[in-house]
C-alpha cells in the first residue's frame, strides 16, 4: 500500500458489519497525522468517512502494529473489528490463516474462521481501576443511574465500557440521549463507550452502542465482548453468545478458565483509494 508518491496516499476501506475503518500502511513511507486531520479524513460528508481511522507500521514482536484514531482525532488502545480486518489484509499478505496484531492494549492472536476471522481479545479486565472509574465501585452492578438507566456493568477490553441491560420502551428512548452525556460523566476519567443490551435467550444478545469519539455505530466489537463478560457475570447468559448489532452478527466466547474473550465475524473490503492529505491537512488548520 506504501506510495512513491508524496501527493497521493494509498489507503484500504475495510469494515466489520459495517463499523467501518480506513486503512493506511506506514511500514514502508512514514506517516504522522494530527487530530484535525484525522477529523476532516472520517467526516462522511466532505472526507472518507469512517468510525476510526487505523495506520499500521511495522513491528518487532509481531506481523504488524496499528493505530487506533477515533473520528474525533483521538487515540484508543484496542478495536475488536478493527483488528480482525487489519488480521485479514495482513494474512492476505503472508498467505497464512494467522495474524498477530500489536496494539496499545497489548498482542492480539487473529485466525481465519468460518465466520470470517476471529481474534483472541485477552482477559477482560473487572477491577474498578481497569475501566478506570474516578472512584471505587462494584463493576458487575455499578452505583449508578442516569434518568431511566441504571446498574450498568463495567468492563475493560483495552479500552472502557459500560452496560446496560434494559428491554422496556422509555429506557431504549432514554439512551439516544443519555449515552452521549454518560460518556463524559467525571466518574469515567477516560471517557466510556456506552452500550444497552437486551438479553433474548442464554446465548443470544442484542445490542445499541455508543462509542466514545465515534458516537453511534453499526458495530462494535470490545462493545459485544464487553457485554458477553457484563451479562455472563449476572448469570444473565452462557459463556457465548451470539450478539446482534445494527450491522449483523457477531460471535463472543468467554472462555472464563483461560481467561480469554475471541471475538469472531466478517471482516470486509469495501475498496481501495488514494488520498491527497495536504489538501485535508489545509483544510483541518483553516
Excluded at 111 to 132: E, F, K, R, T
Excluded at 187 to 201: C, G, K, T, W, Y
Excluded at 238 to 263: E, F, N
Aim: proline content about 5%.
Amino acid at each position: 500500500m506504501a506510495s512513491t508518491n508524496s501527493e497521493r496516499r494509498p489507503f484500504v476501506k475495510m469494515h466489520g458489519l459495517g463499523n467501518d475503518f480506513v486503512v493506511f500502511d506506514a511500514r514502508q513511507a512514514p506517516l504522522a497525522l494530527s487530530d484535525a486531520t484525522v477529523r476532516a479524513l472520517a467526516d462522511r460528508h466532505t472526507g472518507i468517512g469512517c468510525d476510526q481511522l487505523i495506520i499500521l507500521r511495522a513491528s518487532d514482536d509481531a506481523d504488524v502494529a496499528m493505530e487506533i484514531r477515533n473520528a474525533d482525532g483521538s487515540t484508543v488502545a484496542a478495536c475488536g473489528n478493527a483488528t480482525r480486518c487489519v488480521a485479514r489484509l495482513v494474512m492476505g499478505e503472508r498467505g497464512a490463516e494467522q495474524a498477530v496484531i500489536e496494539t496499545a492494549a497489548g498482542l492480539l492472536r487473529a485466525h481465519g474462521s468460518g465466520a470470517g476471522v476471529a481474534v483472541d481479545m485477552g482477559p477482560p479486565g473487572l477491577d474498578w481501576q481497569d475501566i478506570p472509574l474516578a472512584e471505587a465501585g462494584d463493576t458487575r452492578r455499578l452505583d449508578f443511574t442516569r434518568g431511566a438507566l441504571g446498574d450498568p456493568g463495567a468492563v475493560s477490553m483495552g479500552n472502557p465500557h459500560l452496560v446496560f441491560f434494559q428491554d422496556d420502551a422509555v429506557a431504549v428512548q432514554a439512551f439516544e440521549t443519555l449515552a452521549p452525556q454518560i460518556e463524559r460523566d467525571p466518574l469515567f476519567p477516560e471517557r466510556i463507550n456506552v452500550s444497552l443490551a437486551r438479553v433474548d435467550a442464554p446465548d443470544a444478545l442484542a445490542l445499541t452502542v455508543w462509542e466514545r469519539g465515534a458516537g453511534f455505530t453499526r458495530a462494535c466489537g470490545t462493545a459485544a465482548c464487553a457485554a458477553l463478560v457484563a451479562a455472563h457475570r449476572r448469570g444473565l447468559t452462557g459463556p457465548k453468545a451470539r450478539v446482534g448489532l445494527p450491522g449483523g452478527m457477531l460471535m463472543v466466547t468467554w472462555d472464563v478458565a483461560g481467561d480469554s474473550v475471541i471475538l469472531a465475524g466478517p471482516a470486509d473490503l469495501s475498496f481501495f483509494g488514494a488520498v491527497d492529505l495536504a489538501a485535508y491537512e489545509i483544510e483541518a488548520a483553516a
